[in-house]
């Protein structure tokens, strides 16, 4: 069959039910943890589809009024889980068409995400910020980015290379060298 059948949110989606419910009737027969529904989430590319699987996921294993935290023991929706499903929004669709629409709703899907875990937890964490970075800058919306930053550089969140990374490579892909400079300098002064 086709690899791309493989990487489809029906076929993900039917792995994870086929785990938790098998052919007895119902029956649990593996709970999902963490690490299943990260594995779900980085076989999906796209921020729509992440968003579909994410929201299945908060809804069958997350708390009332959204996911639990890392440190509670009985939640599986993680941060880690987040993190791979902000990762999702700027990865793109085999389709040439759908590539270009999964990526301009990338970013779009990415921040909507961060703004679910402010709201409800767990909270966002460097790789997080990254991988927003990243969703941003390959939808060209450097902007977008450096707004994101400007307003983690306010807060009391520590910045790490992790954070620039996405950042000066989309400088360097665009030749934008004094963006990159600026940011190289912010990095130091941190």
């Given at each position: 069959e086709n690899d791309s059948n493989y990487r489809s949110i029906e076929f993900l989606l039917s792995l994870l039910h086929e785990m938790e419910h098998g052919?007895?009737?119902?029956?649990?027969?593996?709970?999902?943890?963490?690490?299943?529904?990260?594995?779900?989430?980085?076989?999906?590319?796209?921020?729509?589809?992440a968003l579909k699987v994410l929201d299945r996921f908060e809804k069958d294993y997350g708390n009332d009024g959204g996911a639990r935290t890392v440190d509670d023991n009985d939640g599986i929706v993680t941060v880690q889980v987040y993190n791979a499903a902000i990762s999702a929004c700027s990865r793109s669709k085999n389709n040439s068409a759908e590539k270009r629409v999964s990526r301009i709703d990338g970013w779009q899907v990415a921040l909507s995400i961060l703004q679910r875990m402010r709201r409800y937890g767990p909270s966002p964490n460097d790789?997080?910020?990254?991988?927003?970075?990243?969703?941003?800058?390959?939808?060209?919306?450097?902007?977008?980015?450096?707004?994101?930053?400007?307003?983690?550089?306010?807060?009391?969140?520590?910045?790490?290379?992790?954070?620039?990374?996405?950042?000066?490579?989309?400088?360097?892909?665009?030749?934008?060298?004094?963006?990159?400079?600026?940011?190289?300098?912010?990095?130091?002064?941190?």
């Amino acid at each position: 069959e086709n690899d791309s059948n493989y990487r489809s949110i029906e076929f993900l989606l039917s792995l994870l039910h086929e785990m938790e419910h098998g052919y007895f009737c119902g029956k649990h027969l593996v709970r999902p943890n963490s690490y299943t529904l990260t594995a779900v989430l980085l076989g999906v590319d796209g921020g729509l589809d992440a968003l579909k699987v994410l929201d299945r996921f908060e809804k069958d294993y997350g708390n009332d009024g959204g996911a639990r935290t890392v440190d509670d023991n009985d939640g599986i929706v993680t941060v880690q889980v987040y993190n791979a499903a902000i990762s999702a929004c700027s990865r793109s669709k085999n389709n040439s068409a759908e590539k270009r629409v999964s990526r301009i709703d990338g970013w779009q899907v990415a921040l909507s995400i961060l703004q679910r875990m402010r709201r409800y937890g767990p909270s966002p964490n460097d790789q997080t910020y990254a991988n927003i970075l990243q969703a941003c800058a390959e939808s060209g919306q450097i902007n977008v980015a450096l707004s994101l930053l400007k307003e983690l550089q306010k807060s009391s969140f520590p910045l790490t290379s992790k954070i620039y990374l996405p950042l000066l490579k989309a400088c360097a892909n665009t030749r934008n060298v004094n963006v990159a400079q600026s940011l190289i300098e912010s990095m130091k002064e941190n």
